[in-house]
């Protein structure tokens, strides 16, 4: 087994690191102080973005990219290292148009879109002219069981009408989000499979009827650019605006959080590395009693056990994006159940221990650490909750014990 990295995706890693410490590093301050006051601060984006894209340092994450699409073309085992490297500053993936939610629209649109979609939606989002929306989530449905959606989609000739409430829209306020992929129940019949009864639908958010009524907290922490609750009120958009065919709506949601999965792994793992990093400059410059904290027992097995929770994390997605790429994304349907719940809350653990290290100040906005536990709490629920995660897990190790009657 060869646990190396290619020589192109290290290179990649080297150039992706002397950017983030050259450029993205030191707009982290500015950035953070526009988004605390509630603005999205474009005028420090945007620069960024077109330097990342005159470096070749762009969609690095879809691997079927086309001859005339902008970015490099990389497998999910070669992408999880660069995802690593973002994720060590929260809002960086969006330098590189490699953030979410607009990561998954690419991926199904780029499976799924027909010509005139691409030609509208995927390739400016693409070129990162324009951000995006997934619709899925609603407050009035358990999460864990997406057949009980109720937002409807219904025909009308050529036109489509959605009704209905979603929540947890991530980017809805963003300056330059056009369009929301909002998931609906497009068969209404009771007795239809119920896996086969949603479509997906390409919804302009300028498009009347759509209101967004609140952007939502993650544990009290607001984002400028919003995981909002929306409204749609009789909203109709064209039926060429479906996306796929109709039904097949759980299949584009398959396609789509697969890779994203790995995606938030990574990032999640990079955000650990951060955090003990400061774990370990705190403890080895902070006196307590006469000694630096490094030097007491108790902290270092913290940074011990941090330092091997995250190394084997790590080795659990990369072969969990080495299967994806090998056999497919629905061959590894159980590993990335299984690193999606052994990331979030191994990222809850080690957050935990660094503010602890850091004392009443970790607590506080004058380090990373209390919005970055929050972040890894919010991934329990992200993409599907532990539960059903956990269920997939042991009904794929049930079946392999399973004995003829």
Not at 27 to 42: N, T
């Amino acid at each position: 087994m060869d646990f190396a990295y290619a020589p192109a995706v290290e290179e990649l890693r080297k150039r992706l690191t002397a950017f983030m410490e050259a450029r993205v590093l030191p707009a982290d301050a500015a950035f953070l102080k526009e988004a605390h006051a509630g603005r999205f601060p474009l005028e420090i984006l945007e620069p960024l973005k077109a330097r990342a894209k005159a470096e070749g340092l762009w969609n690095l994450f879809i691997p079927g990219l086309k001859p005339d699409e902008p970015g490099t073309r990389l497998t999910n085992l070669e992408y999880a290292p660069l995802a690593e490297i973002m994720g060590r500053v929260f809002w960086s993936s969006e330098v590189f148009n490699c953030s979410a939610p607009d990561t998954g629209n690419m991926e199904i649109l780029h499976l799924f879109a027909t010509p005139p979609q691409r030609g509208q939606w995927l390739n400016p989002l693409m070129r990162g002219e324009i951000r995006s929306c997934i619709g899925i989530t609603e407050p009035d449905a358990a999460s864990s069981d997406p057949t009980t959606l109720q937002t409807t989609i219904t025909r009308d000739g050529d036109r489509c009408v959605i009704n209905g409430r979603k929540w947890f829209t991530s980017g809805a306020l963003h300056p330059n989000a056009k369009f929301c992929i909002v998931m609906g129940l497009s068969d209404q019949r009771p007795e239809a499979d119920p896996h086969a009864r949603h479509s997906m639908v390409i919804v302009p958010l300028d498009t009347p009827g759509v209101r967004i009524i609140r952007n939502l907290p993650i544990m009290q922490h607001y984002s400028p650019e919003g995981h909002c609750e929306v409204v749609y009120d009789n909203v109709s958009v064209p039926a060429a605006n479906i996306l796929g065919e109709e039904g097949n709506g759980f299949a584009l949601a398959q396609a789509r959080l697969g890779p994203g999965r790995i995606h938030h792994c990574m990032r999640s793992i990079g955000q650990c590395e951060a955090a003990l990093e400061l774990m370990c400059a705190r403890a080895s410059d902070r006196k307590a009693f006469g000694r630096n904290l490094a030097e007491y027992s108790n902290v270092q097995d913290w940074i011990a056990e941090s330092r091997m929770e995250i190394d084997q994390a790590r080795l659990y997605v990369l072969r969990a994006a080495w299967m994806m790429d090998l056999h497919g994304n629905k061959s590894a349907r159980t590993e990335v159940s299984a690193i999606k719940v052994t990331v979030s809350r191994m990222q809850t653990r080690i957050l935990d221990r660094a503010i602890q290290v850091f004392g009443a100040k970790g607590l506080t906005n004058d380090t990373p650490l209390a919005f970055l536990w929050t972040w890894g709490r919010a991934l329990r629920f992200i993409d599907g909750p532990d539960e059903v995660h956990n269920r997939v897990v042991a009904r794929a190790e049930l079946r392999k014990h399973r004995r003829p009657a």
